[in-house]
């Protein structure tokens, strides 16, 4: 009877031992997620493990490691590691229908328990424009969608347009037949113009299975429009015997054809003068009757349009020379003005003369306009001297010679007039004339 009851004691001595060392000992494990087609790990560590086994098996409660022998025939399941402390599976090629709750199991007494949520992600399709026609004309209403499948959880579709996000759309979220994927699509809605043209509408799609690398679709859009026209003139200020260039610029799509060029609502009236290449009118050389109102046509499939430029031909400025003082033994000072009609790149007050060792490509001096001055200067100084000549022959006189001055010098009145008239005699002899 002593016996039976040491040995009672002993049995629950032991018991309670073991139990006491299973109570410090706890699986744990952490939740997985992971994209469709990677690879999943498993792991269960224990802490304080007296030796006990630990299990893995998956979300139908099937097992699929016990300790280091697999249980489960499925090649993407692998060991990674086994141990007293470890319990660490792979499985690899994950698919939607692998998600679920897979349990870590430590055969204590009781056995203890770890649950560790494996989450697939779905990868979405890359994304599909639809909705475009080409070529779209300008003032169109134009409706673009872009779509993708296969996301889980459902994908974020965003637009851009040169960059800048759009953000007046349309999203739509649908469930796939397999109940576990979604299929997105977005709509985008805009009335084109022209500067539309070449624009590149950008659909993204942002989801957690791209790490951070969205999936992207293009549509470049072509646009149609008529032409718009500008006439640009060479010079802002056009004047008498310069040429003008007349440049007509138009930009449309299709490319506008070759322009037409009118004056005054009809044919340009000078074509030997009035050249047209390309867009270009160009006059050779202006004057007055040039005057009136030059309209450029630009046409192409879609339309027409023209502008109008109105041309006022300039005189040409005069220039004065300074004013030019002869000096002269007289009173009298003759002054000379002369007006020199020059071009508008030339200046009688800026004229150079060529520098013999400047180079040769440079532009030499108006051999006319030098020629005409010195003309004019020789001019001034002949009519000078003219005027001189006349204004001393109104003033000429004579001179006695030292003969006749002797009547001066007699003592008496008598002989003064002796004197004086036999001097008289040879008078005419002695008269010299200065000139």
């Known amino acids: 009877m002593i016996w039976k009851r040491s040995a009672v004691l002993r049995f629950y001595s032991v018991c309670g031992l073991l139990l006491q060392g299973s109570q410090g000992q706890f699986p744990l494990t952490q939740n997985v997620t992971v994209v469709e087609g990677g690879t999943a790990i498993l792991t269960c560590r224990v802490d304080q493990n007296d030796n006990t086994s630990l299990q893995w098996s998956n979300p139908a409660q099937q097992t699929l490691y016990f300790d280091d022998k697999k249980a489960l025939r499925d ?10 402390h470890e319990l660490s599976i792979s499985v690899s090629d994950v698919s939607l229908s692998d998600e679920g709750q897979y349990t870590c199991s430590l055969f204590t007494m009781p056995v203890k328990t770890s649950k560790a949520y494996l989450t697939v992600l779905g990868v979405p399709e890359k994304p599909q424009i639809s909705g475009f026609s080409s070529p779209v004309m300008e003032g169109d209403l134009m409706q673009l969608t872009c779509k993708t499948s296969g996301s889980k959880p459902a994908a974020d579709i965003r637009w851009f347009k040169n960059d800048k996000e759009i953000k007046d759309v349309k999203y739509l979220k649908e ?18 113009d022209r500067s539309d043209d070449g624009v590149a509408v950008i659909c993204r799609v942002d989801h957690e299975s791209l790490n951070a690398t969205p999936q992207v679709a293009m549509q470049v859009l072509e646009i149609h429009y008529t032409p718009s026209v500008k006439i640009i003139p060479s010079t802002p200020f056009p004047q008498e015997g310069q040429p003008l260039i007349l440049t007509c610029e138009s930009k449309g799509k299709p490319l506008p054809e070759p322009v037409l060029w009118t004056k005054d609502g009809g044919e340009l009236p000078d074509p030997d003068r009035m050249v047209v290449s390309g867009r270009e009118l160009n006059i050779l050389f202006l004057n007055k009757t040039d005057n009136g109102t030059y309209r450029c046509e630009a046409t192409n499939t879609i339309g027409q349009s023209s502008a109008e430029y109105v041309l006022i031909v300039h005189d040409v400025p005069n220039t004065l020379l300074p004013t030019t003082i002869i000096p002269s033994l007289t009173t009298a000072t003759v002054t000379t003005t002369v007006a020199i009609t020059t071009s508008p790149t030339t200046s009688a007050t800026t004229s150079n003369i060529r520098d013999p060792n400047a180079l040769a490509g440079q532009t030499g001096p108006d051999h006319a306009l030098i020629g005409g001055i010195v003309a004019v200067v020789v001019f001034v100084t ?3 001297i003219f005027l001189l000549g006349r204004y001393l022959a109104r003033h000429k006189g004579t001179y006695l010679t030292n003969e006749a001055k ?19 005699v040879n008078a005419e002899e002695k008269k010299e004339y200065f000139i």
């Open 175 to 192: 469930e796939d037949a397999n109940r576990k994927t979604f299929t997105v699509s977005s709509t985008l809605d805009f009335r084109v």
């Open 406 to 424: 002797g009547a001066e010098d007699a003592p008496d009145a008598d002989t003064a007039i002796i004197n004086a008239e036999g001097s008289q």
């Open 75 to 84: 090649n993407r399941i692998e060991l990674v590691r086994a141990s007293w």
């Open 382 to 384: 002949l009519c000078s």
